[in-house]
């Protein structure tokens, strides 16, 4: 009830969003590369970091976007914000991680492929909860986390594992076995499309349900209520990575 309420009001602002860039079509608000909870309260001890990860092409967003990332922020006021554009991802990996995952990373030639293996690497090193920059809690992020937990993953309405939603601790083992069989897929060009590749396909293919704290996304996490394709990718010519794999190569060649 409460993910319908928020989808309901979430469309009304949406469908007004139309109005507002025809009035301004010019007009763009910036994400914050880092922000600090707008409520301080003591660090938690163990368990998941108190930080929301999200990474987009620009910094430069619609009302849309921008509102949904304002949404995230009321849900989760105890937790820091951090948000990396596309070369602030590829510097992360760079200084983070060995030469050949970060070689295999810039072979990416679509940014939703880039942004599959930076979110699962900078939850390897830093832990938090990483967003796509379309998802927002439909709960508050601190109830869905239980104290001490060390992962929360998100299923589909097919029951399967997805990737928009990952809360982690840092090193935890089963998105290290994730990330290697990424980095294994692109250097061996396993497949042709993003979803196997990079996305959703790896961490059904890697991880069992059973060996996984799951929660269904009504429970947790939704996508698309406050923005769609149009104010996403208004300043993106190539479009969404769906229509790229299909006119650029996924893997630029040695």
Known sequence: ???????????????????????????RFTLPKRAAPWWKCQPSEGGIPKIIWQTNFTDRVTLPVYLNYLFNRLMAPTFEYRFMITEARGEFIKANYPDDVYQNYSRLQIGA????????????????????????????????????????FVTTRKGEL?????????????????????????????????FQLTGPGVFNEVLSLDEVDTVSYRHACNQ????????????????????QQYKVDLIRED
Do not use: C
Not at 2 to 19: C, D
Not at 129 to 149: E, F, N, Q, R, T
């Open 1 to 27: 009830m409460t993910g319908r309420l928020i989808k309901l009001a979430a469309n009304i602002m949406k469908v007004s969003s139309y109005g507002f860039h025809f009035l301004f079509p010019k007009k």
């Open 113 to 152: 492929a880039q942004a599959d293996v930076w979110r699962v690497l900078v939850l390897l090193k830093h832990g938090g909860v990483y967003m796509d920059i379309d998802a927002h809690a439909v709960w508050p992020l601190a109830s869905i986390l239980k104290g001490g937990s060390e992962e929360l």
């Open 162 to 194: 997805s990737n928009y939603f990952i809360a982690s601790v840092p090193g935890n083992p089963h998105l290290k076995r994730v990330a290697e069989r990424i980095n294994e897929n692109i250097a061996e060009r396993r497949y042709p499309g993003v």
């Open 224 to 243: 698309g209520s406050f923005t769609n394709r149009h104010f996403q990718y208004i300043d993106k010519k190539e479009g969404k990575w769906h229509e």
